[in-house]
């Protein structure tokens, strides 16, 4: 099954969650090196649930840089396969 990467024309790219806030928010650290608060998407609140250092694709705010959409979860499989072709930046790479 293939999984989903982050599409560079909608601002996508991947993060890293870092910490727990509650209240469907996380802070995560991005692929260009940002710490940003993280929202979980209705989509996602009660389908997928995200622990610490879990990879994400996240999609930035346009009128609010600090703040982003969290899009997709992958799962600890899912996560190896990017790391190993080499698409994960350095910055967050921790599989």
Do not use: H
């Not at 990467?5 to 928010?25: N, T, V, Y």
């Not at 940003?36 to 346009?62: A, Q, T, V």
């Amino acid at each position: 099954v293939r999984s989903p990467m982050p599409k560079k024309m909608k601002r996508e790219m991947f993060a890293i969650a870092d910490q727990l806030l509650g209240a469907s928010k996380i802070r995560i650290i991005c692929a260009d090196g940002e710490s940003r608060m993280g929202r979980i998407r209705g989509k996602l609140r009660k389908r997928m649930w995200i622990r610490e250092g879990d990879l994400l694709i996240i999609r930035p705010w346009e009128f609010q840089d600090a703040k982003a959409d969290i899009m997709y979860r992958y799962t600890r499989t899912q996560a190896t396969n990017p790391a190993r072709k080499g698409v994960i930046p350095e910055v967050i790479n921790v599989f």
